[in-house]
T-cell receptor
Framework: GQSLEQPSEVTAVEGAIVQINCTYQ??????LSWYQQHDGGAPTFLSY????GLEETGRFSSFLSRSDSYGYLLLQELQMKDSASYFC???????????FGAGTRLFVKA | DADVTQTPRNRITKTGKRIMLECSQT?????MYWYRQDPGLGLRLIYY???????NKGEISDGYSVSRQAQAKFSLSLESAIPNQTALYFC???????????FGEGSRLTVL
C-alpha cells in the first residue's frame, strides 16, 4: 500500500521561509507532487519531482530524495495569501494513480 | 467557463437515496479521477479511468460506482447514500508527463 506523512499545521511570519516535509511509503514510486488548496477552493498544482534534487518555481521550491522516501516544499518570502493547505502526493509505479497526504495547514501571520 | 465542471455543486439528500455527481471536461485529457475530501484526511481516490473502456478502483471504492460515458464525461454514483458519505467530492483530469491534475470546483454532498 501507500502512505504519506506530513505535519498537520505550520505557522510562520510574513516574509519568512517555511519548509513542509513529506515522507512516504509506497509499493512503487513515479514522482512526488505538491498541491495548494485555499479554503473553499480546489487543489491546484504547484510542483513535481521525479528525480532527486531541488526544483525551483519562483518563491516555491520542492525537493526529493528517493533513497530517503522524503521530500519537502519550501516557501520563501511568505505572503498572507500563502495561507492555505498544502498536500504532497505520490504517483505510483507507472504513474497511473496519484495518492495524497492528509495535508498541512499553513498559517501566515503578519 | 471552467475546464473541469462538476454538477451539482451542493446537494443535500437522505439516507438510502441514489445520487449521481457529474463531471465534464474540455481539456481533452484521457485520465479522469474522483476524489473524496474529508477534514484531516486529505484527498482519497475513489475511482479513476484512462478511457471509456477503462475503469479502476481507488483507495475507497466501496459504496460508489462510476461511469465513463465519453472521453469528456465521468460520473460518480452512490447507489444508496449513507451519512458517512457526507463529504466534498472532487473530479480531476490529467495526462501523463508530470502528472499534473486539474480539479473541478468540487461537489459538496450532505447525507442526512
Amino acid at each position: 500500500g501507500q502512505s504519506l506523512e506530513q505535519p498537520s499545521e505550520v505557522t510562520a511570519v510574513e516574509g519568512a521561509i517555511v519548509q513542509i516535509n513529506c515522507t512516504y511509503q509506497t509499493s512503487g514510486f513515479y514522482g512526488l507532487s505538491w498541491y495548494q488548496q485555499h479554503d473553499g477552493g480546489a487543489p491546484t498544482f504547484l510542483s513535481y519531482n521525479a528525480l532527486d534534487g531541488l526544483e525551483e518555481t519562483g518563491r516555491f521550491s520542492s525537493f526529493l530524495s528517493r533513497s530517503d522516501s522524503y521530500g519537502y516544499l519550501l516557501l520563501q518570502e511568505l505572503q498572507m495569501k500563502d495561507s492555505a493547505s498544502y498536500f504532497c502526493a505520490v504517483r505510483d509505479q507507472g504513474g497511473f494513480k496519484t495518492i495524497f497526504g492528509a495535508g498541512t495547514r499553513l498559517f501566515v501571520k503578519a | 467557463d471552467a475546464d473541469v465542471t462538476q454538477t451539482p455543486r451542493n446537494r443535500i439528500t437522505k439516507t438510502g437515496k441514489r445520487i449521481m455527481l457529474e463531471c465534464s471536461q474540455t481539456k481533452g485529457h484521457d485520465r479522469m479521477y474522483w476524489y473524496r475530501q474529508d477534514p484531516g484526511l486529505g484527498l482519497r481516490l475513489i475511482y479513476y479511468s484512462f478511457d471509456v473502456k477503462d475503469i479502476n478502483k481507488g483507495e475507497i471504492s466501496d459504496g460508489y460506482s462510476v461511469s465513463r460515458q465519453a472521453q469528456a464525461k465521468f460520473s460518480l454514483s452512490l447507489e444508496s447514500a449513507i451519512p458517512n458519505q457526507t463529504a466534498l467530492y472532487f473530479c480531476a483530469t490529467g495526462t501523463g508527463g508530470n502528472g499534473e491534475l486539474f480539479f473541478g470546483e468540487g461537489s459538496r454532498l450532505t447525507v442526512l
